[in-house]
């Protein structure tokens, strides 16, 4: 089994940043893709950006491209994904998820293991 806690979410007005950290334990942290995906009242969960176990390959989603970073730090056995220019529609809560294999294909991101979760809100 491997534990994610997500942590970093919060309240922040338009045009704001924050940066979300999820630390892993119980196993090999660098053989693991890390993925961040969200979660919008209403809307599907949709994976956001995705990072392999190097960190050496990732992307992110059209529609946070140039806005979102992800990134990691197998040393501290976390991954965090930096918001900047937040807007209202980035409101979700953002889960961080670990699985065997990463994707350039976001939706096709298939995690074992998936964090409880942190609620970002950007207001207007």
């Known amino acids: 089994q491997m534990q994610l806690v997500e942590s970093g979410g919060g309240l922040v007005q338009a045009g704001g940043s924050l940066r979300l950290s999820c630390a892993a334990s119980?196993?090999?942290?660098?053989?693991?893709?890390m993925d961040w995906f969200r979660q919008a009242p209403g809307k599907e969960r949709e994976c956001v950006a995705a990072?392999?176990?190097?960190?050496?390959?990732?992307n992110v989603a059209d529609s946070v491209k140039g806005r979102v970073t992800i990134s990691r730090d197998n040393a501290k056995n976390t991954v965090y994904l930096q918001m900047n220019s937040l807007k209202p529609e980035d409101t979700a809560v953002y889960y961080c998820?670990?699985?065997?294999?990463?994707?350039?294909?976001?939706?096709?991101?298939?995690?074992?293991?998936w964090g409880q979760g942190t609620q970002v809100t950007v207001s207007s």
């Open positions: 998820a670990a699985g065997r294999n990463f994707f350039w294909t976001l939706s096709m991101a298939r995690p074992e293991y």
């Open positions: 119980g196993r090999t942290f660098s053989s693991y893709a």
């Open positions: 990072i392999s176990g190097s960190g050496g390959n990732k």
